[in-house]
């Protein structure tokens, strides 16, 4: 096997609209650099047929397909023996760095578009040198072409070892109650706190890469979790991915790369909503990014000693590319009825209290018009196209998906995958929304409800069974 590695920095040099939430933010400063680093390796399967994969894990808030069509465009020249679809991005998924297409610039406007006869005011002013979303995306693009092309020639014959490390970062962020409700970032301090709707996944797999000289030249690290301890401020940063790299650099040397794989994570968060921060740093600003990067460095350390004694040269890879159908979760012509009424009734309150059209309106207009939104879209269309990579390094199967999928579909891949150790990245390759169970369809609430997500639990089972057929049939 051959590898080669690569990182750049993709900070933008100006002022940015920020990736996330429901309100307009700024960038005021840089607290630390968003970073793409991309991983190429190249080998052979089991049956001695070649076999190719570039991944660039980069700190943003979603992965583009827009991003990753340019960028495979971008290197072709370049790189002529390298197949465009073995190149793939995928996000850390936080929310204080930018926007790279219009289409996510505005989390309701893509839904109430062609809907709502006007658009919000702007909830903040707007510099002059704010960086737009397609100056964001060129200059990124340019980043990560160079990072690819330099990844691809960096590649050496190289060992691998893996191991299972543990470490706290990611929480269930859904909160059930007595009547079966159920709440993103609910409060649980009440007498009508039931439980929590699902699990946490407290693992951390890692893929560990060497020269031929046994040194340490970069570890994959793959948690449940998103990047999103500061995700209100108005500052760039790369979350606790950076306190991260900065922990591991000082034990292990400048000159290793990090690449961060954000497993199924969809109903997941760094904060524990039971304890809601007793006795532990605030998840909310710089004293968690610190503790949490501290957790995950110390998870990569646990580990190296039995790493480095288990390093192999000699092992497969095989990845592989489909493109999957899932079907689009539907809506009924009742459903769409009930969210016309709703939708109409709230609009009247408002112009009727003589309101401008702004964030508070959009958010209470988000449901409705997701509904609406979706019943125009099922007319076209029954399904919703992704793509799915599935590649096998050794023992480890590395597995994508489009989502912010809920932890229990990544679950069940790694309880039936025949691969040692199973790793899934989310918000690779494109990005579909949320994919909730059919418990938190039940439950209702943010990232639960039509307007969350393309896809439903009919196409999540559908996407852990192709998912698992795909893994399976590597080691046969």
Not at 348 to 353: N, V
Not at 434 to 439: G, N, S, V
Request: glycine share 8%; proline share 5%.
């Amino acid at each position: 096997m051959k590898i080669g590695w690569s990182s750049t920095d993709i900070t933008p040099p100006r002022p940015i609209k920020l990736y996330g939430q429901f309100y307009e933010r700024i960038s005021q400063f840089v607290r630390d650099p968003l970073t793409a680093t991309a991983l190429a390796l190249e080998g052979q399967d089991a049956r001695g047929d070649a076999s190719q994969m570039i991944m660039v894990s980069c700190d943003l808030g979603g992965s583009d397909r827009h991003l990753q069509k340019r960028l495979r465009e971008a290197v072709k020249v370049s790189l002529p023996d390298l197949r465009a679809e073995n190149l793939l991005l995928n996000a850390t998924h936080i929310h204080t760095g930018p926007y790279t297409h219009e289409s996510q610039e505005q989390q309701l406007l893509p839904i109430i578009d062609g809907i709502l006869p006007f658009k919000p005011a702007p909830s903040v002013s707007l510099p002059p040198d704010l960086m737009t979303t397609r100056e964001c995306a060129d200059f990124i693009l340019e980043r990560l072409k160079e990072t690819v092309i330099q990844a691809w020639k960096n590649r050496r014959p190289a060992g691998v070892s893996w191991a299972l490390s543990h470490a706290v970062i990611g929480h269930q962020r859904r909160v059930v109650y007595d009547d079966n409700s159920a709440k993103m970032y609910g409060t649980t301090d009440t007498e009508h706190f039931l439980t929590l709707e699902g699990p946490s996944d407290h693992g951390v797999e890692l893929l560990y890469c060497w020269d031929e000289g046994k040194k340490l030249t970069g570890v994959v690290v793959n948690v449940a979790c998103p990047s999103q301890v500061v995700e209100g401020q108005r500052y760039v940063s790369a979350d606790f991915w950076d306190e991260t790299r900065k922990e591991l650099r000082k034990r292990y040397g400048q000159h290793i790369a990090i690449l961060p794989l954000c497993a199924a994570a969809g109903d997941q968060s760094p904060r524990d909503l039971v304890r809601r921060g007793r006795c532990e740093p605030n998840m909310h600003d710089e004293t968690g990014l610190k503790e949490l990067g501290q957790r995950l460095a110390g998870a990569v350390a646990h580990k190296f000693e039995s790493a480095q004694a288990g390093i192999q040269t000699n092992v497969p890879l095989k990845h592989t590319v489909q493109e999957l159908a899932l079907p689009l979760r539907q809506v009924s012509a009742g459903e769409a009825a009930q969210a016309r009424k709703e939708f109409e009734s709230i609009l009247a309150q408002w112009k009727s209290e003589n309101k401008p059209a702004d964030a508070e309106l959009f958010v209470k207009l988000f449901a409705p018009a997701g509904i609406l939104r979706r019943a125009e879209e099922q007319k076209k269309s029954s399904t919703f196209p992704i793509e799915v990579h599935v590649a096998r390094i050794g023992d480890i199967a590395i597995a994508t998906n489009p989502f912010e999928l809920f932890i229990d579909y990544g679950l069940q891949i790694k309880a039936r995958s025949k691969a040692l150790q199973t790793m899934t990245v989310q918000l690779a390759a494109g990005s579909g929304g949320y994919l909730p169970t059919a418990r938190a369809v039940q439950g209702g609430h943010y990232s639960a409800i039509v307007a969350s997500g393309k896809v439903g639990p009919e196409g999540g089972k559908m996407l852990v069974e192709e998912t698992i057929k795909t893994i399976n049939s590597l080691w046969e």
